[in-house]
């Protein structure tokens, strides 16, 4: 069973950030935060993930509660691109295996 | 290359016939997956090979059968299939570090029609 609550749906303008929210109230020590995007028609993508500190790639930014009860992905400049479903998991009791919830879909708009 | 391909892209098979799918990577990746996916449902874990070797079967039924022939290839045999097995049948793989976080790498799916 997947172990967060995302919201189903947020939209957001072009250009500015995106900030999905993500709740894992029953995280345990050793569980990392990982998210994931499906754009229409092709497979789940590989964003970003965490244990404890906040995380910056080039796609994103992870913000992660000092009691990691919850977290933020962050899209700093959203584009149409970046329409997709968001999922936010955590790794399944030390599998590191992806059980995928059901996600936030995103519509970025112009 | 950091791509898995996975072939066809579409299918279309009838309750008797035997069909399979193909999954691809040369990433030197370890660990390979099948995950199925509903229309407008979240990737349900299939199958899990780690070293070639099946490690991880979530109760799925027997007219699925996957096959590791090596570690850059993934098959998923289908034989008998009902239309409640239509969905997109999506492959990934990773580096199977055993005891550190993954990143999986997903194909594009074969999206597959039962008639």
């Not at chain 2, 998923?76 to 990143?103: I, M, T, V």
Request: with cysteine; aromatic share 8%; glycine share 6%.
């Amino acid at each position: 069973d997947a172990k967060t609550t995302q919201p189903p749906s947020m939209d957001c303008a072009e250009g500015r950030a995106a900030n999905l929210p993500c709740n894992h109230s029953t995280i345990s020590g050793n569980e990392y935060v990982y998210w994931y995007r499906q754009i229409h028609s092709q497979g789940p993508q590989y964003i970003i993930h965490g244990l404890k500190n906040n995380e910056t790639n080039e796609m994103a930014s992870l913000i992660i509660t000092e009691d990691r009860k919850s977290s933020t992905l962050i899209l700093p400049h959203a584009t149409l691109r970046d329409t997709a479903v968001y999922y936010c998991i955590v790794d399944g009791g030390g599998s590191y295996i992806p059980t995928f919830g059901r996600g936030t879909s995103l519509i970025v708009h112009p | 290359d950091t791509e898995v391909t996975q072939t066809p892209k579409h299918l279309v098979m009838g309750m008797t016939n035997k069909k399979s799918l193909k999954c691809e990577q040369h990433m030197g990746h370890r660990a390979m997956y099948w995950y199925k996916q509903k229309a407008k449902k979240p990737p349900e874990l299939m199958f899990v090979y780690s070293y070639e070797k099946l490690s991880i079967n979530e109760s799925v039924p027997s007219r699925f059968s996957p096959e590791c022939p090596n570690s850059s290839l993934l098959n998923l045999h289908l034989h008998a299939l009902q239309p409640e097995d239509s969905a997109l049948y999506l492959c990934a793989s990773s580096q199977d570090q055993r005891d550190r976080p993954e990143k999986l790498f997903f194909g594009s799916g074969t999206q597959l029609s039962v008639l």
